[in-house]
């Protein structure tokens, strides 16, 4: 659907884009990811056609973005940062103009309108003026605004960026619904969102990709150092012994919790599950645990690492 | 053709549906009546052979309307679109620029036409005290009508082109206006160079608005004039349409 090939943007002075590649699968929902001021935008403005690249070439549905500009803008529903409406429109009439520019005949924009609003449950505020509706519903009317032509590409800039979790929850469902149907691309500098709603992510940094996998495989890519903690109610020097003696422990750690319970964080060795080991030493010494888990890394930590400067690393 | 109607009635919408539309309106109202008054002030001591229309351009509002209000009706067009960033969601859609910039400009030139409909009523209110058909007929008005019109597409025109380059509607407006006085002010300059540089009188006569008016006050529409207000009317079109692209260039 999308295929980005060593795209560059340069403004005056300053590099956005810088020689980036990726391509986007038809039904697929993918989060590009990362920092403010990381590249997203400006790769989704020229992804829209509304920007030129410096260069690279940019395929949407097959066609050239700045070659075949009007064929591109026809499959593709934008939603760009901070959601721009026209604040003295009602929501009714503002989804019609914007279902009749987009070029769709009477009846038809009548009826997608009316489908719309529903789904984006609009259906109360349809003739509420849209400079007088909270942020959450502006949100959505720019989301039925994307999704009035039903394009084959949904691109949204941000779409849940100011909303309260509330808000927040019911427009990553409603996302969530458009997968299969639509391809659909968002930007997001928040990991935990893109976590839940995207099948695909690409994290962006300083206008280059440093990463691009599931959600899944990226957690793995980490997994090798996620470390065991377990409380249990022994003598350090007792815990220390045993530990010392388990040969997947790469190092382990061992400080006072509460009465008499000792905390203990175990490293594997090379990417080996610690649990039903700790379980049975506990159970041979006859130990009480009270908790065993596998910190889980998460993107946050993906995230962190891959987009930390240089130097740091 | 769809989309330009699309646009065209959102354009007029704005207009119509907003303060600032009948705001215009009524300053326009207001500084016709008001020139009306001083009209009807003079009429009453002096006797004067001329049709009304042509005495109405003679009190000198009319050029004031024209160069302030083209500037405040054109300086929205574009750069609130730019700076609100709707001008991103408009332009990500199929349309294209030739008919944004026409869908503009066409309902502006309306919204401007509409606003000088009260002066109809100052006209009729001449007729019914004169009594006199000869005083106000179809010539003189609708050829004052014409000039009314050929005027504001071009003073429209420059606005856009103004708009069309800012982001803000203060610097829109701003510019618009120095376009605007600056054209307005180049007719007279052809009365102040000497007599015997030929050409250059000829070639800044054209620009005499002023005089222009006068001849459309009579009921006397002059082809050159108004081949000249049409292509400065395009001229700039044709610079906003660029303008508008210019984003695309690589």
Same mark, same amino acid.
């Given at each position: 659907?999308?295929?980005?090939?060593?795209?560059?943007?340069?403004?005056?002075?300053?590099?956005?884009?810088?020689?980036?590649?990726?391509?986007?699968?038809?039904?697929?929902?993918?989060?590009?990811?990362?920092?403010?001021?990381?590249?997203?935008?400006?790769?989704?403005?020229?992804?829209?056609?509304?920007?030129?690249?410096?260069?690279?070439?940019?395929?949407?549905?097959?066609?050239?973005?700045?070659?075949?500009?009007?064929?591109?803008?026809?499959?593709?529903?934008?939603?760009?940062?901070?959601?721009?409406?026209?604040?003295?429109?009602?929501?009714?009439?503002?989804?019609?103009?914007?279902?009749?520019?987009?070029?769709?005949?009477?009846?038809?924009?009548?009826?997608?309108?009316?489908?719309?609003?529903?789904?984006?449950?609009?259906?109360?505020?349809?003739?509420?003026?849209?400079?007088?509706?909270?942020?959450?519903?502006?949100?959505?009317?720019?989301?039925?605004?994307?999704?009035?032509?039903?394009?084959?590409?949904?691109?949204?800039?941000?779409?849940?960026?100011?909303?309260?979790?509330?808000?927040?929850?019911?427009?990553?469902?409603?996302?969530?619904?458009?997968?299969?149907?639509?391809?659909?691309?968002?930007?997001?500098?928040?990991?935990?969102?893109?976590?839940?709603?995207?099948?695909?992510?690409?994290?962006?940094?300083?206008?280059?990709?440093?990463?691009?996998?599931?959600?899944?495989?990226?957690?793995?890519?980490?997994?090798?150092?996620?470390?065991?903690?377990?409380?249990?109610?022994?003598?350090?020097?007792?815990?220390?012994?045993?530990?010392?003696?388990?040969?997947?422990?790469?190092?382990?750690?061992?400080?006072?919790?509460?009465?008499?319970?000792?905390?203990?964080?175990?490293?594997?060795?090379?990417?080996?599950?610690?649990?039903?080991?700790?379980?049975?030493?506990?159970?041979?010494?006859?130990?009480?645990?009270?908790?065993?888990?596998?910190?889980?890394?998460?993107?946050?930590?993906?995230?962190?690492?891959?987009?930390?400067?240089?130097?740091?690393? | 053709?769809?989309?330009?109607?699309?646009?065209?009635?959102?354009?007029?919408?704005?207009?119509?549906?907003?303060?600032?539309?009948?705001?215009?309106?009524?300053?326009?109202?207001?500084?016709?009546?008001?020139?009306?008054?001083?009209? &009807?002030?003079?009429?009453?001591?002096?006797?004067?052979?001329?049709?009304?229309?042509?005495?109405?351009?003679?009190?000198?509002?009319?050029?004031?309307?024209?160069?302030?209000?083209?500037?405040?009706?054109?300086?929205?067009?574009?750069?609130?679109?730019?700076?609100?960033?709707?001008?991103?969601?408009?332009?990500?859609?199929?349309?294209?620029?030739?008919?944004?910039?026409?869908?503009?400009?066409?309902?502006?030139?309306?919204?401007?036409?509409?606003?000088?409909?009260?002066?109809?009523?100052?006209?009729? &209110?001449?007729?019914?005290?004169?009594?006199?058909?000869?005083?106000?007929?179809?010539?003189?008005?609708?050829?004052?009508?014409?000039? &009314?019109?050929?005027?504001?597409?071009?003073?429209?025109?420059?606005?856009?082109?103004?708009?069309?380059?800012?982001?803000?509607?203060?610097?829109?407006?701003?510019?618009?206006?120095?376009?605007?006085?600056?054209?307005?002010?180049?007719?007279?300059?052809?009365?102040?160079?000497?007599?015997?540089?030929?050409?250059?009188?000829?070639?800044?006569?054209?620009?005499?608005?002023?005089?222009?008016?006068?001849?459309?006050?009579?009921?006397?529409?002059?082809?050159?004039?108004?081949?000249?207000?049409?292509?400065?009317?395009?001229?700039?079109?044709?610079?906003?349409?660029?303008?508008?692209?210019?984003?695309?260039?690589?």
């Amino acid at each position: 659907m999308i295929q980005v090939s060593n795209l560059t943007k340069r403004y005056a002075g300053r590099t956005a884009v810088s020689d980036i590649s990726f391509h986007v699968a038809r039904g697929e929902i993918v989060g590009l990811l990362g920092p403010n001021g990381a590249g997203k935008s400006t790769t989704m403005r020229i992804l829209s056609s509304y920007l030129p690249a410096t260069s690279g070439t940019v395929r949407v549905a097959g066609f050239d973005v700045f070659y075949e500009s009007v064929e591109v803008r026809r499959r593709i529903g934008f939603m760009p940062e901070n959601n721009p409406l026209y604040p003295e429109m009602r929501v009714r009439e503002y989804l019609k103009f914007r279902a009749r520019l987009k070029g769709l005949g009477g009846r038809r924009s009548r009826e997608r309108v009316t489908t719309v609003m529903e789904q984006c449950g609009l259906t109360d505020v349809s003739r509420r003026i849209i400079g007088q509706l909270s942020k959450g519903y502006r949100q959505r009317v720019g989301l039925a605004d994307a999704l009035v032509h039903e394009p084959e590409l949904i691109i949204l800039d941000e779409p849940t960026i100011g909303l309260d979790p509330h808000q927040i929850r019911s427009v990553r469902q409603l996302i969530k619904s458009l997968a299969g149907k639509h391809t659909v691309l968002i930007s997001t500098h928040i990991l935990p969102e893109a976590e839940m709603m995207c099948s695909r992510m690409v994290i962006m940094f300083g206008g280059k990709i440093l990463a691009a996998d599931t959600p899944e495989n990226l957690q793995k890519l980490m997994q090798g150092s996620s470390q065991i903690v377990a409380e249990i109610a022994a003598r350090a020097t007792e815990l220390n012994a045993a530990f010392s003696q388990l040969s997947d422990v790469e190092k382990f750690d061992v400080s006072a919790s509460e009465g008499e319970f000792q905390r203990c964080a175990l490293t594997p060795r090379d990417g080996c599950d610690l649990r039903p080991a700790v379980f049975a030493l506990a159970r041979e010494r006859g130990w009480i645990l009270r908790e065993l888990t596998r910190s889980r890394h998460s993107l946050e930590d993906i995230y962190v690492q891959v987009t930390k400067p240089e130097e740091e690393n | 053709m769809q989309i330009f109607g699309t646009l065209l009635r959102r354009e007029l919408a704005a207009f119509f549906l907003s303060i600032t539309g009948y705001v215009i309106i009524a300053s326009v109202t207001l500084l016709t009546s008001l020139s009306f008054v001083v009209l &009807i002030a003079g009429v009453g001591t002096n006797s004067f052979t001329a049709p009304v229309t042509e005495m109405f351009y003679s009190t000198f509002f009319f050029w004031l309307i024209v160069l302030l209000v083209a500037p405040v009706i054109t300086m929205r067009l574009f750069a609130l679109e730019k700076s609100a960033g709707t001008f991103e969601t408009l332009m990500t859609t199929q349309v294209g620029d030739l008919q944004v910039v026409a869908a503009k400009f066409a309902a502006a030139i309306i919204f401007y036409m509409v606003a000088w409909l009260p002066m109809l009523v100052c006209l009729l &209110i001449v007729r019914h005290f004169t009594n006199q058909s000869g005083a106000l007929d179809a010539g003189t008005v609708g050829g004052m009508y014409v000039g &009314i019109f050929l005027t504001g597409c071009l003073f429209l025109a420059l606005g856009c082109f103004a708009s069309a380059i800012s982001r803000s509607q203060m610097a829109a407006a701003m510019i618009s206006f120095v376009l605007g006085v600056s054209f307005f002010s180049l007719g007279f300059l052809a009365k102040s160079i000497p007599v015997t540089a030929q050409w250059q009188t000829q070639a800044l006569s054209y620009f005499s608005l002023f005089d222009q008016m006068d001849d459309f006050a009579r009921g006397v529409v002059d082809t050159r004039t108004v081949i000249f207000y049409a292509g400065v009317t395009f001229f700039f079109l044709f610079l906003t349409l660029r303008v508008v692209e210019s984003r695309r260039w690589k």
